[in-house]
């Protein structure tokens, strides 16, 4: 391969790395053709994008970023395959499905900021929440008591009214 194709290759690799907020490297070397593709389509029904890279390649798109990858060195060992995901969790869930059969297999992930080097931590990584449910599970903590407040207040009304009502009559 030319001088010029891999420096193009290694631009594709970090410029992707950096439009997608989390990584995760596998192994996916043993599937045959018809599991790969079965892979990549349930990674695209999940907005998942798989890409297979070499690892010099891709040890080269990571020190050309800012920030310090170099955690993610001691994963870069045999075949990888990289999910891209904006989904802290997404990959994780797919990697945990086909978790029997051992491929893909977690070799390491980069989620929230955070590295995950190893195949123990994939049951911590399935857990993690991404912003938009940390968010939705805040306000709907927040709107609880508010919900509580505003139903006494109506129901308040309701018993007051018909208090009132029966003293009128009477």
């Not at 995901?85 to 977690?106: D, F, H, Q, R, T």
């Not at 938009?132 to 006494?152: M, T």
């Amino acid at each position: 391969m030319r001088k010029e194709d891999k420096s193009t290759i290694i631009e594709t690799i970090a410029a992707t790395i950096k439009g997608y907020e989390h990584f995760y490297l596998t192994d996916i070397a043993t599937l045959n053709s018809a599991k790969t593709s079965a892979l990549r389509r349930e990674c695209s029904k999940q907005e998942i994008k798989l890409m297979v890279v070499k690892n010099t390649l891709l040890q080269k798109a990571l020190e050309s970023l800012e920030g310090d990858y170099s955690e993610l060195n001691a994963a870069l060992k045999g075949n990888t395959a990289i999910m891209f995901s904006n989904s802290a969790n997404a990959p994780a869930k797919l990697i945990a499905k086909y978790k029997k059969e051992g491929i893909p297999a977690l070799k390491a992930a980069y989620v929230q900021e955070s590295f995950y080097v190893g195949s123990e931590n994939l049951s911590a990584l399935e857990n993690i929440k991404s912003k938009n449910e940390l968010i939705g599970e805040v306000i709907g903590l927040l709107q609880s008591p508010a919900k509580n407040v505003i139903s006494a207040l109506q129901s308040g009304g309701n018993t007051i009214h018909g208090v009132l009502e029966t003293l009128s009559k009477k």
